[in-house]
């Protein structure tokens, strides 16, 4: 059986902020480490039957980014929702919901310039 690994190593400063994330996996197409601002992993625990999670980004992980990064991160998971229950109703809610988030960001960033 084929084994595939994700590996994450988060780099603290001194108030154990993390400062660097870097990350690797065996199927990843770019060899070698890579750096990011920002991990968000969820896990299904099936025994209490609810989502374990863990978010974590760097202090340098601009705000407009993160917003950015949360806004694609669910557009992502109406994909995949609708993947794996073919509910194309909550697709859609979630995919609307992606969409006026982004037209807000937008502006947003239009007015901080």
């Known amino acids: 059986m084929k ?3 994700i590996h994450f190593t988060v780099e603290l400063d001194e108030q154990n902020i993390p400062d660097k ?5 065996t199927d990843n197409p770019n060899e ?8 968000a992993i969820a896990v299904w625990d099936h025994y209490h039957r609810g989502t374990l999670k863990i978010d974590l980004w760097t202090k340098d992980m601009e ?9 694609e991160l669910m ?9 794996a229950t ?6 859609e809610a979630i995919e ?10 937008d502006e947003e960033m239009k007015a901080a310039k």
């Open 21 to 25: 994330i870097f990350w690797d996996a």
């Open 86 to 91: 073919n509910d194309n109703a909550m697709a």
């Open 3 to 5: 084994k595939s690994e």
């Open 63 to 71: 705000v407009f980014d993160m917003k950015r990064f949360y806004i």
């Open 32 to 39: 070698g480490i890579n750096d990011t601002r920002a991990i």
């Open 75 to 83: 557009s992502g998971i109406a994909d995949t929702l609708l993947t």
């Open 96 to 105: 609307g919901v992606c969409e006026t988030l982004s037209k807000r960001l």
